[in-house]
């Protein structure tokens, strides 16, 4: 999967992931109520989401579902960033993470147990 999406369009998909299917109007209606965004607007960037295979509609009631994971954008979206911002390294990347901020105790077991998992 290689679909960049907009933050407009991340709205929507994350509506569609957290609520499930929803007709248009329904998701019109989360997100004039989350961000203030208009009817046209819900409608335009569902529609870019669905001329990129992110989105499938289905008739009667203009019945929209998410047909990309979650998980597979951000997989997606974690290569980028590493690439772009890190040269590729994901070395680089996790030493960024783990040098900006304190981490508790728990978290770093927690790490460890996820690295002692893949291997």
Known sequence: ??????????????????????SA???????????GWNRNTTYTVIKKCIDKGAIKRTDPKFICKAIISKEDVQA?????LVERMFNGSKKQFFASLLSGNA?????????????????
């Open 1 to 22: 999967m290689e679909i960049k999406f907009f933050d407009s369009e991340l709205k929507v998909m994350e509506i569609l992931w957290r609520e499930g299917d929803l």
């Open 25 to 35: 109007g329904q998701l019109a209606k989360i997100l004039k109520e989350e961000t």
């Open 76 to 80: 997606y979206e974690t290569e980028e």
């Open 103 to 119: 981490l508790t105790p728990g978290e770093i077991q927690e790490l460890k147990d996820m690295v002692n998992n893949i291997e």
